[in-house]
């Protein structure tokens, strides 16, 4: 070994020595097998260069999660909750959301060749604002269990925080009250009127006959609410319910004893009703006096879901030792976008 070759070690050596040296954790998604400046970080909280943290600039926010985590989350998120799967969810880079709906669209008129043409009215837009707030989430793990060599940390974390995300965004899709939270479609004004004169965001519903019950012909009933939606809206629709209720309609027969249920046709498929697909939401009530138990409609065109990119994650082993805390949190908001595209069955005699 030659003496430049020595010095050029030794002169590494000190560079990996000096006091104050720090390494940033490797958030690209890159994951290196024993040792990744990640691992390290949550396993020990050593070896991070921390930044300001703070909620009024957009691009602030703690330790983002690697790709890696972000995509077992995002797809875990999409099999618990329900109503994620099938909502239009968008990605934003901001807390504030707008987004234009045209309510009614521009008419038109007949003439004769050479006849007057008179102005017609023009489009009327309705800005739609989901209301935003902060999920999060506060798993905790003992320092000895982060310093096990055969407990996977990063599989851990990503496991805790879509659970706990997903019950939260599951209860709040559905009847969540909008403030500091997304609102659910259940939490929307409701009336019986048609779609030409209902008001813009009040959702139709349809008695059910009886209160708390179905009243006679319950199978009408259910083919009365497929055919309120109009056609445009039926090609991607569904029906929402929770399995209480399922369970009382998986036992509705035809005249001719056939079921108005059928369960899917392959591994994977959802079981239909009326022909359409069926999602079970836990988060729906349980038919019950003036109760909002059934929906049906296009959520994809009629409920919008607004969320971050990016989870945002901190390392906290100070607050409760001998434990560490991962607090991780995620701006989400959701609301009702447009109303003809979901109709409820309300369990009451009118």
């Not at 930044?51 to 890696?68: I, L, Q």
């Not at 004004?189 to 349809?206: E, I, M, N, V």
Request: proline share 6%.
């Amino acid at each position: 070994m030659t003496d430049g070759t020595i010095e050029a070690l030794e002169a590494s050596f000190e560079e990996m020595t000096m006091p104050g040296a720090v390494t940033r954790p490797v958030l690209g998604g890159a994951r290196a097998p024993s040792g990744a400046a990640f691992e390290g970080f949550l396993r020990s909280g050593a070896s991070v260069e921390m930044k300001a943290f703070t909620g009024v600039s957009g691009d602030a926010g703690g330790f983002a999660v690697p790709r890696e985590i972000d995509a077992v989350i995002d797809a875990t998120l999409k099999s618990i909750s329900p109503i994620r799967s099938i909502a239009n969810v968008v990605k934003v880079g901001s807390a504030g959301y707008r987004k234009l709906v045209t309510t009614g669209g521009t008419p038109s008129g007949w003439a004769a060749e050479t006849g007057a043409r008179a102005e017609t009215d023009t489009p009327v837009f309705t800005e739609i604002a989901p209301p935003m707030g902060e999920l999060f989430a506060n798993p905790s793990a003992s320092q000895a269990m982060l310093d096990d060599a055969q407990f996977d940390v990063e599989a851990w974390l990503a496991g805790e925080i879509a659970m706990e995300f997903a019950k939260a965004e599951g209860a709040a899709f559905v009847g969540g009250s909008g403030v500091d939270r997304p609102k659910g479609f259940l939490q929307a004004p409701t009336a019986s009127s048609g779609d030409a004169t209902r008001a813009f965001g009040t959702l139709q519903y349809l008695p059910s006959g009886a209160a708390g019950d179905f009243g006679a012909n319950p199978e009408d009933r259910l083919i009365d609410l497929v055919q309120t939606l109009r056609g445009p809206y039926r090609q991607g629709a569904r029906f929402v319910m929770n399995s209480a209720t399922l369970a009382r309609i998986r036992k509705f027969k035809t005249s001719d004893g056939a079921f108005l249920w059928a369960p899917g046709l392959a591994a994977g498929q959802p079981a239909t009703l009326l022909g359409y697909p069926v999602i079970e939401a836990e988060d729906m009530p349980d038919i019950a006096a003036n109760a909002l138990a059934i929906a049906f409609g296009d959520f994809r065109a009629g409920y919008l879901i607004a969320e971050r990119t990016e989870t945002a994650i901190l390392r906290d082993p100070y607050t409760n030792k001998p434990f560490v805390h991962f607090y991780a949190t995620k701006r989400i908001g959701g609301c009702v976008s447009n109303s003809e595209a979901i109709k409820l069955m309300k369990f009451a005699a009118a």
